[in-house]
């Protein structure tokens, strides 16, 4: 059945592709006069690019057959030794030329490109933004997302199909990255993003504690609260678990792609992994000096929290050398005795008393909530991201939010006999 799926397939697209070129070069237009082709060399040249875009795209097509045929039931490949050890850096674009910016960073700080090899998988067939890519020749590896038909999208959401477009994106590059590459881990990230001198050091320092902690499943590169007045800046070695997936620059292995792959969403990806039956309890590890940064204000998401947000995210720029650190302390079983025990031991006190500087110490110290609506108010209060996804505020970590207020750090927590987190908080 699957060879006959595919002669019928090459059959089509070699019928296909001969219609195209008889339409674009047939007798008629071949005897006009030479004025005459002059006159319409542009509409000539047009056709001629859409003929090869097709071209490739049929031959994309053909290739990802099996793919496509077989998706449900993919089975990964046999790791393969020369690939297993790197980790993959997954850029994933579409129809942006400013990619060049994300990747000449990427590049420029990248020291070995056996251990992070580049992967640019794009959708979209935007000819300006396939040379930019092309243009960085064998620095990397470019691929093309092969289906460009329009999704099924239900009425109500029609104005928001490119998020769907985007998580089908996402699952084909990933099975790419998994599977035809077979790397055991990837870091995904934008088109639209900058990147921190130790990016690669901040990753490849946290990569073997995700292997060794099954209470995580993935390392970002972002904080959500990472604005220039909410961190300490002079402390950019800092890290933290976090129970927020924050995604904007995250690694995550083979193994949680394969428990993910066969329910992946046809839209809104990144809340569907921060719903509890994707979460499963688990954490992520991230840092206090975000090592990410978008520039991407214009986007699906129309610039959606980008103004009062995303702009003002710092991007660290003093370099840590993360691998010669000891980070066995972000391991759940110590990090819950002593980072969640050293949080409430910080003294308690008022907003009153902290916005009228009446404290007379300099140490960390704790605010209480106790619903929804005495946290939200707070957060907003501090200028923190105030929303939750699926009852989890951004950034907590069981119920936890660090931030510096005045230069001084601050906690919010719930009561310390806290237990889970409540879904209906939205």
């Given at each position: 059945m699957k060879?006959?799926?595919?002669?019928?397939?090459?059959?089509?697209?070699?019928?296909?592709?001969?219609?195209?070129?008889?339409?674009?070069?047939?007798?008629n237009f071949i005897a006009k006069p030479n004025n005459y082709l002059d006159e319409n060399l542009d509409d000539f040249e047009l056709r001629l690019k859409i003929e090869v875009e097709t071209h490739n795209l049929i031959r994309e097509n053909i290739k990802q057959l099996n793919y496509s045929s077989h998706e449900d039931s993919y089975q990964f490949n046999k790791p393969n030794s020369s690939n297993s050890s790197s980790v993959a850096?997954?850029?994933?674009?579409?129809?942006?030329?400013?990619?060049?910016?994300?990747?000449?960073?990427?590049?420029?700080?990248?020291?070995?490109?056996?251990?992070?090899?580049i992967i640019v998988s794009q959708d979209c067939i935007h000819e300006r933004t396939s040379q930019v890519i092309k243009s960085f020749g064998r620095e990397l590896i470019h691929i093309h997302q092969p289906d460009q038909k329009e999704i099924k999208v239900p009425s109500k959401e029609k104005k928001f199909s490119g998020y769907f477009k985007i998580s089908r994106h996402y699952k084909w590059a990933l099975n790419q990255v998994f599977?035809?590459?077979?790397?055991?881990?990837?870091?995904?990230?934008?088109?639209?993003?900058?990147?921190?001198?130790?990016?690669?050091?901040?990753?490849?320092?946290?990569?073997?504690?995700?292997?060794?902690?099954?209470?995580?499943?993935?390392?970002?590169?972002?904080?959500?609260?990472?604005?220039?007045?909410?961190?300490?800046?002079?402390?950019?070695?800092?890290?933290?678990?976090?129970d927020f997936f924050p995604g904007l620059g995250w690694m995550l292995t083979r193994k949680i792609w394969i428990e993910l792959m066969h329910k992946w969403p046809h839209s809104y990806w990144d809340d569907w992994m921060r719903h509890p039956d994707q979460?499963?309890?688990?954490?992520?590890?991230?840092?206090?000096?975000?090592r990410t940064k978008t520039f991407g204000k214009i986007g699906v998401s129309n610039g959606l929290f980008y103004e009062k947000h995303l702009k003002y995210i710092y991007l660290n720029e003093l370099p840590v050398d993360f691998t010669k650190l000891n980070l066995t302390y972000l391991l759940k079983d110590e990090y819950d005795t002593n980072f969640v025990e050293m949080v409430y031991r910080a003294p308690l006190v008022s907003i009153n008393e902290l916005k009228n500087k009446q404290i007379s110490h300099s140490d960390p110290v704790r605010i209480i909530y106790y619903t929804k609506n005495n946290l939200k108010s707070l957060m907003k209060l501090f200028g923190l991201m105030d929303d939750f996804k699926s009852g989890v505020p951004r950034t907590a970590y069981k119920g936890i939010i660090s931030f510096t207020y005045d230069n001084r750090r601050v906690y919010l927590t719930p009561i310390k006999e806290w237990q889970n987190y409540d879904p209906s908080w939205q």
């Open positions: 060879k006959n799926r595919l002669v019928a397939l090459v059959l089509f697209s070699i019928f296909v592709w001969l219609g195209i070129n008889h339409f674009i070069l047939n007798d850096i997954v850029v994933i674009a579409c129809n942006r030329p400013s990619i060049s910016r994300c990747i000449n960073k990427l590049l420029k700080y990248r020291k070995s490109k056996d251990d992070f090899p599977n035809t590459y077979n790397y055991g881990t990837a870091i995904i990230v934008e088109d639209d993003f900058d990147v921190a001198p130790d990016f690669y050091e901040y990753f490849k320092a946290t990569l073997p504690i995700l292997q060794k902690d099954e209470t995580l499943w993935c390392v970002s590169a972002w904080n959500d609260n990472g604005k220039f007045a909410l961190i300490d800046r002079n402390d950019p070695k800092l890290l933290y678990r976090s979460r499963k309890g688990r954490s992520c590890i991230r840092p206090e000096l975000s």
